[in-house]
């Protein structure tokens, strides 16, 4: 399996105006995350897309090129790429730039977006939420394959054959992220294209049949089985103890979780939920490195996944917490779950 983490950049905020400040801190301590992946071992260093003042990044392309200059291997992504209101060409360009300056570091990680204010500032409509998507993946799609691309949609001028430069040294492998929507698994699967499935809340075996609709999908579109590859991207927080790992994440993401829920008419996180999700069949990733590679080998072995994405940055976690949680998860969970992975397949 291939390991990573992945954040949001959450920002700290004014508690009188709610409006953000200290980005650059906020900017720095992502970076220091970034180059502690790198420098530990993980697979896949990853940034989401938001156009709220909780969030920093707006662009991860941009962030990533940062992140590009002080690591040296790790594998860089958005995570997501709010595709429905982006435009594809700016996107490759954006994203085969990242690429070039990383020596062919780059993947893009798209998806429909769990919040909605970048269709409004970018002038896209809610009503044709799921056609940008499907239209836009199609365009993006083309031009990985073809430098002068000819397409027409309903949703942007279109193109005669014009150039997209520069290209990416080679395809660019592009991720569909899906929250758990099963039109969005079965596209995946039906593209051959790798599906990032976000679990975060209940029991990760209910997951089990989108990853099967997945692979069927793929099978009776003539997709080869090593072509379809599921990857699950979750909350999560490794410590030495399992109380320290708790400490520091709990506060943050229950006011988080709380934040986001009061916009959507739901009640607050409550402790229960939380002990919930830290259970042995709960989707938090939370505790000891024994705990976070018993969890992990369950998904591995529910969904058949083959990478893991760890966000363990949800609010203003400790940065030290926070470096050492991406040190263990690195260097004591990843190697253990692949020994483990390797003596069951042997």
Known sequence: MQFGTYSFVETRRDPKTGQPFDLERTF???LEQAGAADRFGLDVFGLGEHHRPDYAVSSPAVALAAVAARTSRIKLTSAVTVLSSDDPVRVYQQFATLDLISKGRAEIMVGRGSFIESFPLFGQSLDDYDALFAEKLDLLLKIRAETRVTWNGAHR??????????RARADLPIWIAVGGTPQSVARAGMLGLPLALAIIGGDPARFTPFADLYREAGRRSGHAADALK????????VADTKEAAIDAFYPSYAEAMSRIGRERGWPPMSRAQFDAGVGDNGHLVIGTPDEAIAKVLRLRKLLRCERYLMQMHVGPVPQDALLRSIELFATVVAPAVNKAIAKEER
């Open 28 to 30: 720095a301590d992502m």
């Open 157 to 166: 001028p279109a193109l005669s054959g014009q150039g997209v430069y520069p």
């Open 230 to 237: 599921l990857g699950v991207n979750g909350h999560g927080f």
